[in-house]
């Protein structure tokens, strides 16, 4: 996402949320993936009216233990993934990582890469 403050243009890495339904899905660029994996934690948040109580986030941690945890608290959705997961599918081809709660809603983390990336080549014949 790009800002403009004055003549400067200064670009934020926003990693994206998309709700339906049931499900959860959070997408990063590999810039916003290494760096969770570097602080153990990443957040990003929306203000959906004028007061302060009218901010919404959400923050993924990451965990020592082999579960998922996913909690809502007062004004934001955690979501804590084993370490060892988010390792191995960083490190893999693999575009996402889906986890299946006990109450029925389905957490999708997605690699958000450049769409030449995800095309298959054309070739000449």
């Known amino acids: 996402m790009d800002f403009l403050f004055g003549l400067v243009r200064v670009s934020v890495l926003s990693m994206k949320l998309r709700l339906l339904g049931s499900t959860v899905c959070i997408r990063m660029l590999p810039p916003e ?45 955690v979501v804590a993934v084993p370490r060892e997961a988010v390792r191995d599918w960083a490190d893999s081809e693999a575009i996402t990582l889906e986890h299946l709660t006990p109450w029925g809603t389905r957490l999708i983390l997605e690699k958000d890469l450049p769409r030449r990336l995800l095309r298959p080549e054309k070739r000449d014949p």
């Open 33 to 77: 993936l290494a760096s969770w994996q570097s602080a153990g934690r990443w957040a990003e948040g929306v203000q959906i009216g004028p007061s302060t109580q009218d901010r919404w986030s959400y923050r993924l941690e990451l965990s020592a233990g082999p579960s998922w945890n996913v909690t809502a608290e007062p004004g934001q959705l």
